[in-house]
């Protein structure tokens, strides 16, 4: 459906951690074709849930130092976005705030490939920390990579 089930970033601490798919996804919910069905004990849950069909694809930690202290060691997402939800989400890329381990607080970090009158204009696939601090994005629907910089 439009809001399942959430797309999800996951933590991996240990060898061998299972995550739940196929059986359940988001905060354990069994998924349709294992309701009734013996589903694996000692699942991790998500560090956090997205909304459902962001799809987000790439994921980089910023390791440049031309962003400023905020951005650093903190989690970049492309959200490539829906392309079968009634209304589009997604396609922007987010910045995942972490204290120590865990997710603090999530937020766009630059948006715009999705209009206001929700057409698509680019879809976000990964994201590559360059030697001077910028950051490359690919678009594999504007076919464009996107370099960005910060700058008083």
């Known amino acids: 459906g439009d809001d399942t089930p959430p797309d ?75 392309w079968n939800r009634t209304t589009p989400v997604g396609y922007r890329i987010m910045l995942a705030t972490l204290n120590g381990e865990k997710v603090k607080q999530v937020k766009p970090f630059i948006s715009g490939w999705l209009d206001s009158k929700n057409q698509v204009l680019g879809r976000p696939v990964d994201i590559l920390n360059m030697p001077d601090g910028s950051i490359l994005i690919s678009d594999d629907y504007a076919d464009a990579v996107y370099r960005v910089s910060y700058g008083n």
């Open 8 to 82: 999800e970033l996951n933590r991996v601490s240990h060898k061998g951690e299972d995550f739940g798919f196929p059986y359940v996804y988001g905060d354990n919910v069994v998924a349709p074709d294992y309701i009734g069905k013996k589903i694996p004990k000692n699942l991790t849950k998500p560090e956090h849930k997205f909304q459902a069909h962001v799809a987000p694809l790439g994921m980089t930690f910023y390791t440049g130092n031309q962003f400023p202290e905020q951005y650093r060691n903190q989690i970049l997402l492309a959200q490539h976005g829906s």
